[in-house]
C-alpha cells in the first residue's frame, strides 16, 4: 500500500475502503479507513521494517451518512512478522469491505559469523595478509556485510572481525576464532670463518627457525652444487674444501609459518691472519690467527726498523707484553707503524720445522 493510499473496490458493493496513512475519500465511497501505527508511544509510518513492537489502529468513518456496524480491531505485533494487518468494515445496509496493511516487524537481532576466506599458507600459519569471510543471518534478511582484512602484528592468536546490516538497518559485528599470524621472514645472522682447509658458518639459534639448508658451489666430488647440511643447529664444519678455492654458500632459512631467508656468502679457505685487521689502529696488544692443521706451535715474529721480537705460541694467538727483551734489548710498544708474521710449526721449536707462511699484516700504534 502506498502513502498516498489503496483503493479496494468492493464487486456488487456500494462501499469502498480507503487504506492510508491520512484519511482520503472520494465521491462514490462509502467508507473512508485510515490505518495508523504507534511504536514505543510515539506515532510513526506503517510502511518499512519496524525494529520494536507496533501497534496498528484503524480510523473509518462513512462518507455518505449510511450508518455502519463492525469495529476494526486494534492490532499488536512484538513479535518477528512480515504480514498483513486486516481491517474489515460492515455498514448497515449490508455492504462490507476489507483493508490491508503490510506490516514488517523485526525486534531479533541479526547473527554475524566471521572467518578467514582461505585455509593456512603453510603449516597452520597465515604468512600473507587475509581478509575475513563475513556471512550474517537476520528475519528482515541481510542487506550487506563488510569484511576486513588482517595484515599484522605477528601473533600465535590473531583475530579478524567483519559486520552486517540487514534490510530493517539493524548493524551486527563479529570476530573470528585465534588463528596463527607471521608474515615477517626469519632474522638470519650468518658468520663466516675460513681457516686452513675448512670453512666455519654459525648463526644465533631461534626459536621459530624451524629448518635451515646450507647449498655449496662447487659441489662435492665434481658437482655444480651439492646441500651440504639442512637442520636447525646452530653451526655447520664445511671440512671438504681445498684451500685457494673459492666457494659461495647460499643460506636457506625457513620458519614455522613458512618464512623464506636467503643468504649468500662468499669465501676461500686456507691459513690466515685475523686481528687486528689490516692497517689497524692498535686497540688492543692481542694478535690472532686460523689454525693450520696439524700445527705443534707458532713463530711470531714482530718487526719495526728491523726483528723486535721473535716468539713460539702454543696457541693460535699472542698477547703483546708491556715491555719484552730481544736479543738482548728491551723493547716497548712505541708510536709507529709494525709488521707481523706468523708461520707453522711442527714436531719440536728445535727442529725449526716450518710450514708456509700463514700471512703478514701491519698495523699502527698512534
Known sequence: MSAIGRRLALSGSAIVLVASLVCVGTASASYSVTPSC??????????????????????????????????CTTQSYWYDVNTNAVCEVTGTNGDSGTTVQPIMVEVSSPTVTVAPDRAPDFNGWYNHPVTASVEGSAFSGILSCTAATYAGPESASATISGSCTDNAGKVAAATSSAFKYDATPPQLNVTVAPGDGIVVLSWPVSPSLALLQIQRTPGLRGGSHSVLHRGDSGSYRDLRVRNGVRYRYTITARDQAGNITVRTLTVTPGPRLLTPGPDANLGTSLLTWTPVRGADYYNVQLFRAGKILSAWPLQTHLRLARTWVFAGRRYRLTPGRYRWYVWPGFGVPSAARYGPLIGSRSFVVK
Open 38 to 71: 504507534n511504536s514505543q508511544g510515539q506515532p510513526v509510518p506503517c510502511a518499512g521494517w519496524h525494529t520494536s513492537p507496533v501497534q496498528v489502529s484503524w480510523t473509518w468513518s462513512p462518507t455518505d451518512g449510511t450508518a455502519a456496524a463492525g469495529t
